[in-house]
């Protein structure tokens, strides 16, 4: 037995599942796996879409490393499953992964909060008139992004330009939720800043030719680009990467994540929406980040499954 393996015990690397993000969350796990088998953890993949959670009691794991995007792994659900089970799990607690995976819950705790995010307007399904679609396009401005309030990966996210395309995108997003947020559009560079253990990691700014940093910019797109360091002033990096750590408090993040940011003509940041089980495929940012910081994968799938004990 590894010193690792002694430390950990016998480990689940939760991955797959049934939300949208399935596919990204298999090549996240796989990864993860991979890194921490290396490393000499007994590491075994788990995906809830495929087996019963209760397994995880019988086949005797003692930690859990959630590599689930999207609802059922990133939503609070899992976590508070595995709470009743006693079994530690990496990352965010029930109530910090519930409220970072709810766009419009996030916002407005931020805004309460004085913390800097875009002017936006929020849209039930049950309630909404397509005659509003005038007025708020007035009150946003000329350009809106429409966001399901829980999808991530840029799922069901659209950016119009009319009230035709608005009430088009929002009737899509209703396809993916009940609610759907609408957000003024901030010209500019995005920026996402990675949180691990406590600690901002160097900043990360991505172009891409697309209309905005959609699915296939993210994860299939090799036009994309990606700075690191992302090419602000120390001075700014360190504004960046403390603002970070209060929205990711804010909403009770913990252990580790990451926080997106779009930055206007002005050079101002607004904050776009936290991160609680973030990508770890080759093209994932929080590894870029890591490296930038001086963390290879297999450091950082490490840093990870020590969040599970924290």
């Avoid at 949208?20 to 995906?47: M, Q």
């Avoid at 209760?54 to 939503?75: A, N, Q, S, T």
């Avoid at 930055?263 to 994932?284: C, H, I, R, W």
Wanted: aromatic share 8%; proline share 3%; with cysteine.
């Amino acid at each position: 037995m590894t010193t690792l393996s002694a430390q950990y015990g016998k480990v689940a690397v939760m991955l797959g599942g049934n939300s949208a993000e399935r596919e990204v969350s298999l090549k996240s796990g796989s990864a993860v796996l991979s890194a921490l088998s290396k490393a000499g953890v007994d590491a075994h993949a788990f995906d809830p879409a495929a087996q019963s959670i209760g397994d995880l009691i019988e086949l005797k794991f003692d930690r859990v490393v959630i590599m689930l995007h999207g609802r059922g792994g990133e939503d609070g659900s899992m976590q508070g499953a595995l709470q009743l089970m006693n079994i530690p799990y990496t990352g965010s607690g029930v109530l910090g992964s519930a409220l970072a995976m709810d766009k419009v819950k996030t916002k407005q705790i931020w805004q309460t909060l004085g913390l800097p995010t875009a002017k936006y307007h929020i849209v039930e399904k049950r309630s909404f008139d397509a005659g509003s679609c005038k007025v708020i396009m007035q009150d946003l401005g000329e350009v809106v992004m429409v966001k399901p309030a829980q999808e991530g990966s840029s799922i069901g996210i659209a950016k119009v330009t009319s009230t035709t395309q608005l009430e088009t995108a929002i009737h899509d997003g209703f396809k993916y939720d009940n609610t759907v947020l609408l957000e003024r559009f901030i010209q500019g560079p995005e920026y996402t800043v990675t949180i691990l253990n406590g600690v901002a990691l160097p900043s990360i700014r991505m172009s891409t030719p697309h209309t905005f940093y959609d699915y296939d910019a993210k994860y299939h797109s090799n036009s994309t680009e990606y700075f690191c360091p992302s090419g602000l002033s120390a001075e700014q990096e360190l504004k960046l990467g403390e603002l970070a750590l209060e929205a990711f408090r804010a909403v009770d993040g913990s252990g580790w994540g990451r926080v997106d940011f779009m930055q206007d003509e002005q050079g101002d940041f607004y904050l776009l929406e936290a991160n609680t089980v973030p990508g770890m495929t080759e093209k994932s940012l929080v590894p870029m980040a890591a490296k930038q910081a001086g963390l290879s994968f297999s450091e950082l799938a490490l840093a990870i499954l020590r969040t599970a004990d924290t």
